[in-house]
């Protein structure tokens, strides 16, 4: 009795309205009916893709408004990147209401009625792109995401033929003049150093002195 229907359930049901399923709410009698098939039957979600038919392509729902107030600036610009409209030789909807404008000379395999390249959800156009270059974006992506959070790798030697982009010191602090100096350089220019012109020229001791003094 009740296909799907635990019998822990069943036996909650029948401690709470009784032995009698006559005298039960008609939904609880439907519940423990084998003949009834439990299946959800809603409306699709708006812009849901029931099968994509062409896999060589990436998609995407990008906005496209039309109306009184159009608005177009974004597939545009995405079609000057190398993206396309998706037709209904790409994908098959959940609604085929989805497709605008279909043009019943021309045979669709979505199994609709005409061939269609504007498929639609509210403002949204679905667009597609092959996926060897979504893949060659996503890549790129990947890689500028890395060189901002782990910029070590890819931190050339600064040779000519190394290839790689070379992060600066002035990349690394922005506004303050830096200069590569040899060993003999750096002494010299140590010799100059005053307490005046510069920290360097405290020794640990003279520091420690000023941190007592101000303790005190």
């Not at 708006?46 to 906005?63: E, H, I, Q, R």
């Not at 156009?125 to 790798?153: D, E, F, G, H, V």
């Not at 590569?180 to 220019?189: F, K, N, P, R, T």
């Amino acid at each position: 009795m009740g296909a799907g229907v635990s019998q822990l359930l069943l036996k909650h049901l029948y401690q709470e309205h009784g032995s009698d399923t006559s005298k039960w709410p008609s939904a609880l009698r439907d519940l423990i009916d084998p003949s009834i098939e439990a299946r959800a039957i809603a409306p699709p979600i708006s812009g849901k893709v029931d099968k994509f038919l062409n896999t060589d392509f990436y998609y995407y729902w990008a906005f496209d408004r039309c109306g009184q107030e159009p608005s177009h600036d974004r597939v545009e610009s995405m079609r000057y990147a190398g993206w396309q409209y998706a037709t209904t030789d790409d994908v098959k909807m959940c609604s085929l209401d989805s497709a605008k404008g279909r043009n019943k000379d021309r045979k669709s395999k979505d199994g609709g009625e005409g061939w269609s390249d504007e498929i639609r959800s509210g403002d949204r156009r679905l667009m597609k792109i092959p996926m060897t270059l979504w893949r060659s974006i996503q890549k790129a992506n990947l890689i500028a995401a890395y060189q901002l959070s782990y910029p070590q790798p890819f931190v050339g030697s600064g040779k000519p033929g190394d290839g790689r982009p070379v992060m600066t010191n002035e990349q690394f602090v922005p506004g303050v003049k830096t200069e590569l100096m040899s060993e003999a350089q750096i002494a010299d220019a140590q010799s100059r150093f005053t307490a005046a012109n510069s920290v360097a020229a405290k020794t640990h001791k003279q520091i420690e002195e000023e941190a007592r003094a101000g303790k005190s």
